[in-house]
Structure formats: C-alpha cells, structure tokens
C-alpha cells in the first residue's frame, strides 16, 4: 500500500513527539476540487471515507523519513469558510506549503500562481518551502496542463514540483517525504 504513514496515533494533536518536541505546521493550499482533501486524507491514513465531512480538517501524523521521525501537522483547512481571516491566518502559520493544482484544470494552475504571489507576499523576507503539485496526472485525456508547464512553473517561483494523483496513491508519498525534506534543510541552514 502506498502509505506515506509509518507510525503514529491520529488522535492526538499537536502532542509534538518528535525528537526536537515539535511539529511541524503544513498548509495545504489550492482552488476547490483540486484534490486537496485526497491528498491530505491519504497523509493521514484515512482515505477511505468517502462520505468525510468537508469543512476542515488537521491531520497529525509522525512520518519517518531517512531513518529520522518526523512530527507533521497538515491542515485542510483553506476552504473551510471564506473569511479574509482564515485566508490571512493560513497564510501566517505554515512552516511549510503545499499548493496544489488539477493538470486537468488551466484556471487551478493559474490559482496556484496567484497564491504563490500572495504567499510571497504575506511572508516577504522568509524561504519557506513550497511545493507545487500537479495533481490528478491519472486523467490523461482531459490534461490540460503539461508537466513541463508545472516545472517551468516552479522554477519561476523558486519551489519544487511534483505530479500525484490522489487516485492511484501516485507520487503522494513522495510528496510528503520531499516536503519533510524540504523543512529539514530549511530548518539546517538555519541552525548554521
Ligand atoms: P478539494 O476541493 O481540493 O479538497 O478536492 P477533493 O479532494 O475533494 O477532490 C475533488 C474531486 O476530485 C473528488 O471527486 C475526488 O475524488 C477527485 N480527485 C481528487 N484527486 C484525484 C486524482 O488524483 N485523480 C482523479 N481522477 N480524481 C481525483
Ligand atoms: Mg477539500
């Protein structure tokens, strides 16, 4: 099973295990039906409720990647409403970002680089990891983004791309262990 999960109780939360007794916050951004909320649920190892309740969700797992534990809190929270706070509050809290697109979908694209700017913006003088995804790459007839529109993308704004599809479980774990990788090294070159 393509699980990006290895260990961990999903109902704790925020209880911060993790060796350095922290978690980290990672937002997950994107227009509507996308697929974030698959994404997210797959992190979380519940992808299988296809009846879930809609509005927000926080997602709290440990995921080990190269041998070291690392505590992940992944919020769906960007369309639980629509107030200009939450928007606000998403973009302030997020140690890390995923912002996802549809391939299947030119104007989630274009979102996608719309928040990227706002994103930007609202954290100026921070480089903070992001990750760009193309996501339902199994919906190859109604592609209407390329993969190499996503990259050159992602070159653009300075952050790293990935095609999933939630569908097959494709890519989504190495989605979430590229982003793990990503705070790590930003976490690094902090320290020095
Ligand atoms: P959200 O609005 O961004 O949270 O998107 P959802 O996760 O609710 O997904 C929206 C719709 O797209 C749902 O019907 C999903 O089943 C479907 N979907 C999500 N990911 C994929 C994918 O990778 N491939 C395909 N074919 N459908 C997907
Ligand atoms: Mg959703």
Known sequence: RDSCVSDSSDSVISSGSDSEGQAYKVVILGEHGVGKSSLARIFGGVEDCQDCEETGNTYDRSIVVDEEEASILLYDIWEQD????????????????????????????????????????????????????????????????????????????????????????????????????QIRLRRDSKEE
């Open 82 to 181: 629509n107030s200009q706070w939450l928007k606000d509050q998403c973009m302030r809290m997020g140690d890390a970002y995923i912002i996802v697109y549809s391939v299947t979908d030119k104007s989630s694209f274009e979102k996608a680089s719309e928040l990227r700017i706002q994103l930007r913006r609202a954290r100026q003088s921070e480089n903070i990891p992001i990750i760009l995804v193309g996501n339902k790459s199994d919906l190859v007839r109604s592609r209407e983004v390329s993969v190499d529109e996503g990259s050159a993308c992602a070159v653009v704004f300075d952050c790293k791309f990935i095609e999933t599809s939630a569908s097959l479980h494709h890519n989504v774990r190495d989605l979430f262990e590229g982003m793990v990788r």
